[in-house]
């Protein structure tokens, strides 16, 4: 399956996708490639629908990401990724200090979130000089938590020793709450 020709016919979503970058399968993408396709696919032809009406108004955070109440969307080494909001279970931000001899040259600030299958997808990434005070994932996360918390409230945000081991640990006990507690809101 061609992704650029499944993104064709949902004018919307090729758009979106356009903007961000290229879309493009090539020799060190290709598994990236196959699993985009295979998160393209989890989608039902109503829900795709959905998703290109909904993404004509959503806002693309720090150049690489677009969450809709349907799906969280992605660029990513010339890759579009679509994953279903009801498969996310856990987004958190990381933060990189570079150094260099000792001495700070910038920060990295990352996006992570991790789906039902326990498969963790860096969504974004935004370099800063070393001193400041910014928070840009802190940002887009507090966005992406604005957007999502009506249509699965269940969705655990932050980073903690305590939740990494309980999603390593019990995944599917994990997975099971969180639908729980998405549902019964």
């Not at 969450?67 to 969280?72: F, G, R």
């Not at 990513?76 to 990189?96: E, G, K, L, M, Q």
């Not at 966005?143 to 409230?153: A, M, N, T």
Request: with cysteine; net charge neutral.
């Amino acid at each position: 399956m061609d992704l650029n020709e499944e993104l064709s016919r949902y004018p919307n979503i090729a758009e979106k996708a356009k903007q961000m970058g290229k879309i493009k399968e090539g020799f060190f993408n290709k598994k990236r490639y196959a699993e985009a396709v295979e998160l393209w696919q989890r989608f039902s032809k109503e829900e795709l629908e959905q998703l290109n009406q909904e993404i004509a108004n959503a806002e693309i955070l720090l150049k690489t990401t677009v969450v809709t109440p349907t799906a969280l969307c992605y660029f990513s080494v010339n890759v579009f990724f679509v994953i279903p909001v009801r498969d996310i279970v856990w987004a958190y931000t990381r933060i990189i200090k570079e150094s260099m001899n000792f001495i700070p040259t910038g920060k990295r600030h990352q996006i992570f979130l991790m789906e039902r299958s326990g498969e963790q997808h860096l969504i974004c990434e935004k370099s800063t000089g070393p001193f400041t005070k910014k928070t840009p994932a802190g940002e887009a996360l507090g966005e992406i938590k604005r957007i999502l918390d009506p249509v699965r409230p269940g969705i655990v945000y932050g980073y903690s020793d305590e939740i990494y081991s309980w999603f390593c640990s019990d995944l599917r006990g994990a997975v099971a709450q969180i639908d729980a507690e998405s549902t019964a809101k």
